[in-house]
């Protein structure tokens, strides 16, 4: 497929699997080229900082998604159910899935992996830590070009809010 322009990995896997997989596309000292020489856009679901996908992107690629799958507010949906839930969640409402979030370290860990500064994309989900100022100021460094910039932040339930001042740079 070296055609392919856009490519959607949003995996994940039931909650108490058997076997957990690794979450790694691209393991470690694999000797390849990535298949898609004109990928643009990549999305994938649960971005590992062990995984060497990310220092294999294409120069070609644009917009760059990290973000879980299912997504964390879905996830808080199915634990509180704080009303009925509309008819289509009916059929999806006692899956259960394992979606750890990221912390902004190991988020700054995959990310420091890219070499794509001409993304200008780029969307990312994660758990609010004291590191996030540090994974902002990454973004701010590594990725200059960027002109659309989506940031889903969590916090634990009971955890402290980090405060984020946003600045123009």
Same mark, same amino acid.
């Given at each position: 497929?070296?055609?392919?322009?856009?490519?959607?990995?949003?995996?994940?896997?039931?909650?108490?699997?058997?076997?957990?997989?690794?979450?790694?596309?691209?393991?470690?000292?694999?000797?390849?080229? %990535?298949?898609? /020489?004109?990928?643009?856009? &990549?999305?994938?679901?649960?971005? $590992?900082?062990?995984?060497?996908?990310?220092?294999? @992107?294409?120069?070609?690629?644009?917009?760059?998604?990290?973000?879980?799958?299912?997504?964390?507010?879905?996830?808080?949906?199915?634990?509180?159910?704080?009303?009925?839930?509309?008819?289509?969640?009916?059929?999806?409402?006692?899956?259960?899935?394992?979606?750890? %979030?990221?912390? /902004?370290?190991?988020?700054? &860990?995959?990310?420091?992996?890219? $070499?794509?500064?001409?993304?200008?994309?780029?969307? @990312?989900?994660?758990?609010?830590?004291?590191?996030?100022?540090?994974?902002?100021?990454?973004?701010?460094?590594?990725?200059?070009?960027?002109?659309?910039?989506?940031?889903?932040?969590?916090?634990?339930?009971?955890?402290?809010?980090?405060?984020?001042?946003?600045?123009?740079?």
């Amino acid at each position: 497929m070296p055609s392919l322009q856009s490519l959607a990995l949003e995996l994940s896997e039931p909650k108490n699997a058997p076997v957990p997989s690794s979450g790694v596309i691209w393991p470690k000292g694999l000797s390849a080229t %990535l298949p898609w /020489p004109n990928l643009e856009t &990549l999305r994938i679901s649960h971005p $590992d900082p062990a995984d060497d996908i990310y220092a294999n @992107l294409p120069s070609s690629l644009r917009a760059l998604s990290l973000r879980l799958w299912p997504h964390e507010c879905i996830q808080i949906f199915d634990e509180n159910q704080p009303y009925q839930p509309p008819s289509w969640y009916e059929s999806r409402k006692h899956r259960r899935w394992d979606c750890p %979030l990221l912390t /902004p370290d190991n988020l700054a &860990l995959v990310l420091q992996k890219c $070499d794509s500064s001409l993304l200008s994309t780029l969307e @990312l989900e994660y758990g609010v830590d004291a590191h996030e100022p540090e994974l902002l100021r990454t973004l701010a460094v590594k990725f200059p070009h960027l002109t659309t910039l989506e940031i889903h932040r969590f916090w634990s339930r009971g955890g402290y809010r980090i405060e984020v001042r946003i600045a123009h740079v």
